[in-house]
């Protein structure tokens, strides 16, 4: 044996690695998305798959071109490990599932350049690049992002009949369109009729726990987004804190207005399972970037975007406020991160040594 | 592990990681002694502290257990020849550090004999007064065999002067791969006990915990059962989980008491000794005989026949990878060679390194087992806030490092670090975060050095300038002194010549 062989650089201990790496994050994260992908393609049919499809290949398309642009060398390994595919995922998850083609080319150019890459690429951004680009859409483009289509509307069209709607960006049929039931609340409340009266009228499958019922692309399938948050709370890719912080922020205040006055409120459980409260919950307000990095930091992150949600949905302009209450809080998380800082062993809050405790004997 | 912990893990307690530990199967092969090799290489500095002094000749003779080179100043400990033969040269050597720097050794060429020195033992050392066991204990130049090779005698002292109340014993050995601790506690937990009560003796402590974590099933039955007759020693599981074994953390665990940031385990009455120390010291008081062999692991998946070994200080990790069974198709799929756990342990740049006190194992990792690959960007995803047993931030510090807001850094805490590697050993992204806080940390000790030099500088210049100043002033005031008297005998001697009565 040559002892003198493979002589290299010397490399800093740990020598081991627990085999984490983004990429295999990030896929853990995509395949919690899956069961409710699906459910959302035989709920919406194939123009909901065309537009899940762009809105991906628009996400890796910019950042290749960003990455390009930035002059990186890595632009292959960079795109392997997945982030961008999950943003492009996340994005149309919350739009509506009919929407056009530009809808995606579009909000893939927010997400990525204007809100990862300007910033600097992977975890380097202040907000979430998803919500980034459904705010941003939903701002600027108020009329395609708010057409929902009833779910398993016949008749159903063929791929070809799907390809030519998506890419001519028709209007969704009128007999073919639904209202949600956040929204449709809204729009009765404003016109003065009370709740009791609007849910009495409406079907029962819209508050269905199979989720039947109009909405964005993710938001039918909010107890498959709640059993794929379980997957990645078990395979540790998450963790419990913000997820429930958000459910409860929003759930405790509304079942609290509810019980004052039911017809003014909606009850707990149909904003539980409305909007993107669980998408957002388990996939938006656990991202790593965006969110806080200590555990009562995301509690509080976490109870925030929950009551925003609910303050935007009761009595804000619009019927649902997910997205923005997550850009609100992600504002707020390099504040956070600041104030709220795990207590050092040894030293008290604020960083002093400890004192000795009794009886020691250097006292 | 109780409800308590449990709840608190729940909340953001759970510090540390839990390696895959592959101590077996070369915890539970059996121990092998290696024979005395031809040439053992003695670093004089095998210790934490100032090097010892060689206090023998080249081509002098020495018998086993003779003092090679004597401690020189309050912390640093002796070296003595492991086996008899002569002292062939005093040359460097390449220490048993990454820099592959070299330091110097002494070398001994065994002579075959083996035969033993003057040894002077004690039948009952719990009738020494327990300076006379640190001292003998100095003498014989016991370290901490855990790996910090801190001088033993040195923290005796200090205890009992501090008057500590506990001893704990630390049987954690957390780091993966590691197991010499593991088969000392299965094959000789009688003597351990007993160096154990000879170290409490020495200390003053009233009671001893000891730490196994509860990986190591046989070394805790085999611990409690020997210290079953002693009432003040108590054995206690521990939860596998690294770094279990740091002091302060094995502190708390144990004891519950959580160490202040600016002090010692002493000053809160308590001082932590490895379960190796402990036999180290049975064989210095009992039998007089000096620290010149320790219990190693030789492990990794390039290795042959991984196992734990008795080698003779200052044999080169080359001869024991030799009697281990060699590396598999001659080191060829080797991807890294260790000093120590992977954790912490340190990387050489070849083998031909000595054995010296503080060697708890040789490792040869294969690439499957080695950490690598290219850093990619930090997601913030906050596993090293998890994990760190500290309570840092490190992602936060390594983005202000290599921003080098070094001083950013220091505001959140790196000089609490204790460079566990759980950190890095989490990173999805590969970050080598310890890297960074070793860098750091030198960066700022190098800059407190510099500080310090220009304050003196400042100081002296200052001071001249002050008694440059007073000098002249003291001149001046001399001159107008003497002025003033010329001019007093002018005028009397003026007067004399008008003749006016004085």
Redesign the interface.
Known sequence: ???????AA?????????G???A??MRHVQLALLPATLHGFWLYGWPSFLLWLLTILACVGWEALALRLAGGRRVGAVLH?G?ALLTGWLLAMTLPPWAPWWVAVVGGFIAIVVGKQVFG????NVFNPAMVARVALLVSFPLPLTQWVAPLAQPAPGFVDALQRFLGGAPVPDAMTSATLLGHARTELSRGVDLMQVLAGAPPSSLSWLGERAGSFGEAGALLLLAGGGYLLAVGVI??HAPFAVLAGLAVPAAIAHAVDPARYLDAGSHLLSGAAMLGAFFIATD??TSP????GRLLFGAGVGLLTWIIRSWGGYPEGMAFAVLLMNALTPTI?RCV???????DRR?R?????P????Q | MGILTTFKDWFGNDWGVHPDDRKRPAADAAVRVMPVPERLWLPLQQHLGAPARPVVLVGQRVKKGQLLAEAQGAVSAPVHAPTSGTVAAIAEITAPHPSGLTLPAIVVDADGADEWGERVGCADPFALAPDEIGRRVAAAGVVGLGGAAFPSSVKLAGAARAGVATLIVNGSECEPYLSCDDRLMRDAAAAIVDGIRIMRHASGAARVLVGIEDNKPEALAAMAAAAASCAEIRVCRVPARYPMGSEKQLIQALSGIEVPADSRPADVGVIVHNVGTALAVRAAIRDGQPLISRLLTVNGGCVVAPGNIEVRLGTLAADVLAFAGGLHGDGLGLARRLLGGPMMGMQIPHWRVPVVKGTSGILALAADEAAAGDADPCIRCASCVRACPVGLLPLEMSARIRNDALDAAAALGLADCIACGCCAYVCPSRIPLVQYFQHAKGELAARERARLRTDATRKLAAQRQERLAREASEKAAAAARRKAERAAQQSAAEKLVQGEPA
């Open positions: 044996m040559n002892p003198n062989a493979f002589a010397p490399v800093a201990s740990p020598h081991a690695h627990g984490g790496s983004v295999r994050t490990d982030s690429g992977l975890g380097q963790r419990w790593y970037v990095s200590t555990v009562p991160d800082r795990p207590r050092i062993l040894g030293r960083g040594p400890l004192d000795l405790p009886g020691s004997p250097r």
